[in-house]
């Protein structure tokens, strides 16, 4: 397990494009027939990957949990972006299909991850939390989310949110995750900016064409910097930066929150006009 510890906002302001890089940017994911692991000190947040291919994965502690098993005392969220797998949890199986989602929760000792398929083996996206409250293990197929339609073709913002784990949905202890997808000529994410004070957040950004990126925007309304993501790669965004993008072609991102509380709204507004 790597780990990457945080970076206030004033120490951000002097940073080089590689140290606000370094700091905030995971970009090593799926490696085949691995499960990769990366703590923040930000909420204590895990950002994960399983990319099994050949053979089952299973997840195990680590020495920076001091913990019996991996959710021993956590949560976890995740979501299929490859092809069809299943994860095995304390012997049962939920298969999961592309795009579809788990929650499961703490206390569940043995977690192995699955491929049906080598050629187009699955690939689980996580993050976990830690969890003071035990709920149960959920599965949630993309036509069970919770889908709210947003933005316009004028302001090259149509998108769709899809909301899996969150109080209306997938109960958790502070968890909440989800994705959103912008349709075909849409570029922009999440602006209007905002910042929630009150939660961390970590975007990953998956079905970008090979050829396209997304320049992510970070940072304090008045100080903001922006950070050129390729696909299948996460930004790990503290409370007090913006966390907004805009791709040369447009992708999708899966959106995942812990802190104070899960009220989805619960964010402070910031006006185009007062960016800088």
């Not at 370094?22 to 930000?42: G, H, K, M, N, Q």
């Not at 995750?177 to 912008?182: A, D, P, R, S, V």
């Not at 990126?213 to 008045?222: A, D, E, L, N, Q």
């Not at 965004?237 to 899966?254: K, L, R």
């Amino acid at each position: 397990m790597k780990t990457k510890y945080s970076v206030d906002n004033v120490r951000y302001q002097r940073m080089t494009t590689d140290e606000i890089r370094s700091s905030f940017l995971v970009d090593e994911l799926f490696l085949s027939d691995e499960i990769t692991l990366l703590y923040s000190d930000i909420d204590r947040i895990i950002v994960g990957s399983a990319a099994p291919n050949t053979r089952k994965l299973v997840l195990s502690s680590a020495k920076e949990l001091a913990a019996e098993y991996f959710t021993q005392r956590r949560e976890i969220g995740v979501m299929n972006v490859g092809g069809t797998g299943k994860i095995i949890i304390d012997g049962e199986a939920y298969p999961m299909a592309n795009r579809d989602g788990l929650y499961i929760g703490r206390g569940n000792r043995v977690i192995k991850f699955e491929s049906a398929y080598e050629k187009d083996p699955a690939l689980f996206y996580f993050l976990s939390f830690p969890a003071h409250r035990d709920y149960p293990t959920v599965l949630a197929k993309q036509s069970e989310a919770e889908a709210v339609n947003l933005g316009s073709r004028k302001e090259s913002n149509e998108r769709t949110i899809y909301k899996y784990i969150h109080p209306g949905g997938i109960k958790s202890c502070q968890l909440v995750m989800g994705f959103t997808e912008l349709t075909e000529g849409s570029v922009w994410n999440t602006m209007p900016a905002h910042t929630h004070e009150r939660r961390m957040e970590v975007y990953f950004y998956f079905d970008i064409p090979d050829d396209a990126v997304v320049f992510h925007m970070m940072g304090k309304p008045s100080e903001t910097r922006h950070i050129t993501v390729k696909n299948r790669q996460a930004v790990i965004s503290p409370s007090w930066s913006i966390h907004a993008g805009a791709g040369t072609a447009n992708y999708t991102f899966i959106w995942g929150m812990g802190g104070e509380n899960q009220e989805f709204g619960d964010m402070d507004h910031i006006a185009i006009g007062d960016l800088k």
